[in-house]
């Protein structure tokens, strides 16, 4: 017996009431870090989410993409054009967007 889509999907998954999502499948919304290192410490899907616990507040600190989903096939977004973008003292890309921007383009 398969279990239906949520109304209401959580990226939590189990852990965040929605028995839809990850571990009984993995949807792209899923937040499958935070899930694991939550399950990892403890936290159960037989505790509410909203349990006040250290294993539930666990996480990466990173909630969502930072590009939409599509709307139709393959709904994910491309990826980041990592060979041709400029990088700043951090080390990651320069976006423009808090940082310089660059139209430097490396070949
Ligand atoms: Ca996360």
């Not at 499958?32 to 403890?42: P, S």
């Not at 080390?91 to 070949?107: D, E, H, I, V, Y």
Request: cysteine-free; glycine content about 12%.
């Amino acid at each position: 017996m398969a279990i239906p889509p949520s109304a209401n999907p959580s990226r939590l998954g189990i852990l965040g009431g929605d028995n839809a999502g990850f571990p009984n499948g993995r949807r792209p919304l899923d937040d499958v870090v935070d899930i694991e290192l939550r399950a990892v410490a403890g936290a159960t899907p037989f505790q509410p989410a909203q349990f006040n616990d250290a294993a539930h507040q666990l996480s990466d600190a990173v909630n969502a993409n930072d590009v939409p989903f599509l709307n139709q096939f393959p709904f994910l977004n491309a990826p980041h054009d990592y060979a041709g973008a400029s990088y700043g003292a951090t080390g990651l890309p320069n976006t423009g967007a808090g940082g310089a921007k660059s139209t430097t383009r490396r070949r």
